[in-house]
């Protein structure tokens, strides 16, 4: 049997510099792993079969026409699976929580910033 030999995703300059960014904001990078946990801890998890793969481009401010690479996650409620963009999705403590996360974690998972 021939040896399967995998390349590593390489980042590019925009992913790096969207890295360097968001580190200088005082966001946290972790792995796909713990970014899907830190949701779990408050009730959140992701319907997978909605991944996006895209291009997220900053439209204004300072950052006006800085793009990266981006995977793009659907939050649903882990006990009833109602989507956390529904209008009778809960709007309590744990959304709260849930708003919170998104402006201060990220992953990197294939060389895409994943956010919700």
Do not use: H
Not at 72 to 83: E, M, N, R, W
Not at 99 to 109: K, P, T, Y
């Amino acid at each position: 049997m021939k040896a399967v030999t995998v390349k590593p995703i390489m980042m590019n300059s925009a992913i790096l510099n969207e890295i360097e960014y968001r580190t200088a904001q005082g966001q946290r990078q972790l792995t796909i792993a713990q970014y899907l946990y830190e949701y779990a801890t408050i009730g959140y998890t992701f319907d997978r079969s909605c991944d996006t793969q895209g291009i997220a481009r900053y439209m204004s401010g300072g950052r006006a026409g800085n793009s990266y690479p981006c995977l793009t996650l659907y939050p649903i409620q882990a006990d009833d699976k109602v989507s956390a963009w529904n209008v009778n999705a809960r709007r309590d403590a744990n959304y709260e929580a849930f708003r919170m996360l998104r402006n201060s974690i990220f992953a990197v998972s294939m060389g895409r910033i994943v956010e919700v």
